[in-house]
C-alpha cells in the first residue's frame, strides 16, 4: 500500500515514520459489496452449515496465505475454548449482515483449527 500525507514531502521525513502505525476513519476505507473491514465483523456469530453454533468473532489475523478469524466458544460450550477458521471461500459460505452471523463449512481435518481452554 502507498500511501501520501500532509507535510511529509521528502524521504527523510519519511524516514521518521518508519515502523509508525497510521490510522483512518473506517468510514474513509472504499470496500466492495462482498468485502469487509476486520472490525466490522467482530462481535458476529458465526455457525456451522447445519446450524451448530461454534461461537463469536474476536478478531481477525493475518498469516500470509489467507488471513483467519479467531471465534470464542460461548459461554457454557460443553467444550470452551477458540477456532480459528481461514477467512475462505471453502469455509466461509455465507455472511449474513442483518442477523450478525458467519456460516462456515467445516473442512475434513479441520478440528484441528480449534484449541481448547484449559
Do not use: H
Request: contains cysteine.
Amino acid at each position: 500500500m502507498l500511501a501520501k500525507l500532509e507535510g511529509i514531502d521528502d524521504c527523510n521525513a519519511a524516514d521518521l515514520l518508519k515502523k509508525a502505525s497510521i490510522w483512518i476513519e473506517a468510514d474513509a476505507v472504499e470496500v466492495d459489496e462482498d468485502e469487509y473491514l476486520w472490525e466490522e465483523l467482530t462481535g458476529y456469530r458465526v455457525m456451522t452449515t447445519d446450524g451448530t453454533l461454534l461461537g463469536e468473532v474476536e478478531g481477525l489475523v493475518e498469516f500470509g496465505a489467507q488471513d483467519n478469524f479467531c471465534v470464542a466458544t460461548p459461554a457454557g460450550a460443553d467444550q470452551p475454548g477458540e477456532w480459528l477458521l481461514p477467512f475462505i471461500e471453502d469455509v466461509v459460505m455465507a455472511i449474513n449482515d442483518e442477523t450478525r452471523t458467519i456460516e462456515v463449512e467445516l473442512l475434513e481435518g479441520m478440528d484441528a483449527c480449534f484449541t481448547p481452554s484449559s
